[in-house]
């Protein structure tokens, strides 16, 4: 089991940025395939970015690449999300999500892959 944490996210301005963390509990952080989500007021939950345990391999939703960066410090056991340039429509509640038993190339886009989630830290990019 693993307990996940997020925080960093706060009210910003169109252009500004933030940067989330993910904190989780447990000796095997090293060995979960991660991800972020978010969930817009009225909305379903949507991919935001994913990586692999050892933080080689990421990918990203399509309305993020090139402007969200994903990463981790295992030595931590905390995982990032540095977002850049936001826009009000990145306005969400951002949660992080992890699975293990996965194999060290393992990633996913798909939110029931994931087994442990965090409450949630809610961003509100104003415009």
């Known amino acids: 089991q693993v307990q996940l944490v997020e925080s960093g996210g706060g009210l910003v301005q169109a252009g500004d940025s933030l940067r989330l963390s993910c904190s989780a509990s447990g000796r095997t952080f090293a060995t979960y395939a991660m991800g972020w989500f978010r969930q817009a007021p009225g909305k379903e939950r949507l991919f935001v970015a994913t990586?692999?345990?050892?933080?080689?391999?990421?990918a990203y939703g399509d309305s993020v690449k090139g402007r969200f960066t994903v990463s981790r410090d295992n030595a931590k056991n905390t995982m990032y999300l540095q977002m850049n340039s936001l826009k009000p429509e990145d306005t969400a509640v951002y949660y992080c999500a992890a699975t293990n038993d996965v194999s060290r190339n393992y990633y996913s886009q798909r939110e029931y892959d994931y087994r442990f989630w965090g409450q949630g830290t809610q961003v509100t990019v104003s415009s």
């Open positions: 990586m692999t345990y050892s933080g080689i391999i990421k």
